[in-house]
């Protein structure tokens, strides 16, 4: 049953803006990275752009691994807390979930030349991997709605499409007329058929010409509870080349592949106890759906690092945009309470038991230009300061001659704008110890005139970091905590149903790292 639905139905969903998961959020978040990395660096917020000698270092700036003397290995692993504060129809509920995770693992190697006559000093190369991102996420909410109910929802998709074209033959069953109707229709066309044979709707005329509805949800107030799961991680394999000239200056490539793993389901549970006794009415509605997100992508970068003097250190980097395949799938379970005319209950399970899988798309994220300046006091420690930018305006799905994603292009060139991320650490040393510290900040990819008039956006994002590292002969032991504040909204649905979700997170990261030379 679900070949039958693969080629058919992606065609036509892909073409014919039928798909439920491709908007400016999206391209947002699959753009966005968490902050992850070895205990050092997330000590200092990241501010190892023009230092190096770290081995998430070396995927900020990759001229970073020249600066190691010798060979060196590390692992991190984590302990990550997103508490989410999450609003609907002025009730709120607080969510906490923790994940351990691998942050970071990976090596370099050196090799000096003995030669000290050429300008070529060293040569190295590494091998690094590092979570970019933490899919891990969940919060509830229960309100109470005086106005909107999931009717409009499938009103909103099924008004203005035939009859014949949202129901099933006589013959086929809810899982056959699921699957053709996505064959030659697309998933507009699916929600409406789902809402008709939940029979939450009913066309004003059961002709196959109709294409008016109304709804068997009687007006009122409903009890909505709304959950949302997220998984998955996202991830960077990165493979390094440092040059080291002179001693003073340092340069490095980086080739990277990354990939996206992310699942998302939701589950909305809504009752009422309205409408009057003996009419037909629908009093209950749970919706299930599910969308796994798979992709795999390639960029580079290209970083140096120049030695000005025995303090000064400053640091360049330029990251090529990201250049991913992604592949979608989705699946939809819905459940009625129904009471008849006689005022009897029942229950009606319409569950396509079919995965939509969708043709696999094209996304590319922005590049980023990244300064940075570094003041190492021998011996005593060290401050840095790193600056990026990245225009989110040009990010890009493609096909881009597709007519469904040249009007998403133009919504994300309209409303998206520069992003600015700042970061700053610090580490002081006392003997064998090391105290460190930091602070970050990146703004809000969206125009405020799109974070004014539309719910799905995410505000500045802000955080502070702090940690201590112990050397033990060849052995460093470091422990990082990091806490990063952010505020996003979101949608119920995405028509008809457009409740808005207010959700502050409060992420919080302790990472620790073992690291060796060799």
């Avoid at 080739?255 to 996206?260: A, G, K, Q, W």
């Avoid at 459940?335 to 696999?360: G, H, V």
């Avoid at 990244?370 to 890009?396: N, Q």
Wanted: with cysteine; hydrophobic share 35%; aromatic share 14%.
């Amino acid at each position: 049953m679900i070949k039958k639905i693969l080629f058919p139905f992606l065609f036509i969903c892909l073409f014919h803006n039928n798909i439920n998961s491709q908007n400016i959020y999206d391209a947002v978040n699959y753009s966005l990275s968490d902050f992850q990395g070895t205990a050092r660096y997330n000590s200092m917020s990241g501010s190892f752009g023009a230092l190096g000698g770290d081995l998430t270092a070396i995927s900020t700036n990759p001229a970073g691994s020249a600066v190691f003397n010798n060979g060196h290995f590390s692992i991190s692993f984590g302990s990550d807390k997103k508490l989410n504060h999450a609003n609907l129809l002025n009730a709120s509920n607080n969510y906490e979930k923790n994940n351990l995770t691998l942050n970071q693992i990976g090596g370099v190697v050196t090799f000096d030349n003995l030669d000290k006559e050429k300008k070529l000093t060293k040569i190295s190369f590494g091998i690094t991997y590092n979570q970019t991102k933490n899919n891990f996420n969940e919060y509830r909410l229960t309100g109470i709605s005086n106005s909107s109910s999931i009717d409009n929802y499938f009103l909103n998709n099924a008004n203005g499409l035939r009859l014949d074209q949202i129901s099933a033959f006589d013959d086929e069953s809810i899982t056959e007329a699921y699957i053709d109707i996505g064959n030659v229709y697309g998933y507009t066309h699916q929600q409406a058929f789902l809402g008709y044979e939940s029979f939450i709707i009913d066309p004003f005329e059961f002709e196959g010409e109709n294409t008016s509805y109304y709804s068997n949800i009687p007006q009122g107030e409903f009890n909505q509870n709304f959950r949302y799961v997220s998984r998955g991680y996202n991830g960077k394999l990165t493979f390094n080349l440092g040059l080291e000239y002179g001693e003073n200056i340092s340069f490095g490539l980086n080739l990277n592949s990354h990939f996206i793993d992310y699942d998302n389901y939701t589950i909305f549970d809504e009752t009422n106890n309205n409408g009057e006794s003996g009419n037909f009415r629908v009093n209950r509605v749970y919706f299930e759906n599910r969308l796994s997100t798979f992709g795999e992508g390639f960029s580079a970068q290209f970083g140096m690092i120049a030695k000005v003097n025995e303090i000064l250190r400053l640091g360049l980097t330029y990251d090529t945009p990201t250049w991913y395949e992604i592949s979608e799938q989705t699946s939809q379970y819905l459940e009625t309470n129904i009471t008849n005319n006689l005022d009897e209950e029942s229950l009606l399970i319409t569950n396509p038991n079919a995965i939509n899988i969708y043709e696999d798309y094209n996304f590319k994220t922005p590049s980023k230009l990244s300064t940075s300046i570094a003041l190492v006091f021998k011996g005593y420690g060290l401050v840095s300061f790193d600056y990026s930018r990245e225009d989110f305006s040009s990010l890009e799905f493609k096909p881009k001659n597709d007519s469904f994603f040249a009007a998403l292009n133009q919504e994300i060139a309209f409303n998206l704008k520069d992003v600015n991320t700042l970061r700053f650490g610090a580490e002081y040393l006392i003997d064998r110890i090391s105290l460190r510290g930091g602070f970050m900040s990146k703004s809000s990819p969206y125009k405020t005139s799109y974070i004014t008039n539309q719910n799905y956006t995410i505000e500045d994002t802000k955080g502070f970091s702090m940690g201590i590292g112990y050397k033990l002969k060849g052995t460093t032991l470091d422990l990082s905590y990091v806490k990063i504040s952010n505020q996003n909204f979101r949608n119920l649905f995405d028509t008809g149903l457009t409740n808005q979700i207010n959700i502050d997170t409060d992420n919080s990261l302790i990472t620790l790292s073992v690291s060796t030379i060799f």
